[in-house]
């Protein structure tokens, strides 16, 4: 069984970069056909897609975040990276990390527990 735990710091000055760590056990993130994302949730809102890494180490963003998103991974942590730059109030959010398959249409089947990030001086 898949497990995803995502860390980072709970509080975010505006203008700084956000950044935030998903670790996987129970799978490899190189395993095909596997996507690893970042989805958040602002208070009051739906779910908003970030951006995903692959299996393959390729990168996909939202069209609306990518001039300041980016995700990496360390294969031998087993572990992908969120950065997301210039940070405004309108950044805070729940963060989560998923896990997409291709051959269930890139459905987030597995996630993790979730955590709060605050953009706040």
């Known amino acids: 069984q898949v497990q995803l735990q995502e860390a980072g710091p709970g509080l975010v000055k505006p203008s700084q970069t956000l950044s935030l760590t998903c670790t996987v056990s129970?799978?490899?993130?190189?395993?095909?056909?596997?996507?690893w994302s970042w989805i958040r949730q602002p208070p009051g809102k739906g779910l908003e897609w970030m951006g995903a890494?692959?299996?393959?180490?390729?990168?996909y963003y939202s069209p609306s975040l990518k001039s300041r998103t980016s995700i990496s991974r360390d294969t031998s942590k087993n572990q992908f990276t969120l950065q997301l730059s210039s940070v405004t109030p309108e950044d805070t959010a729940v963060y989560y990390c998923?896990?997409?398959?291709?051959?269930?249409?890139?459905?987030?089947?597995?996630w993790g527990q979730g955590t709060q990030v605050t953009v706040s001086s």
């Open positions: 890494i692959a299996y393959s180490g390729s990168t």
């Open positions: 998923a896990r997409e398959n291709r051959d269930d249409g890139y459905y987030p089947g597995y």
């Open positions: 129970g799978g490899s993130i190189t395993t095909s056909y596997y996507y």
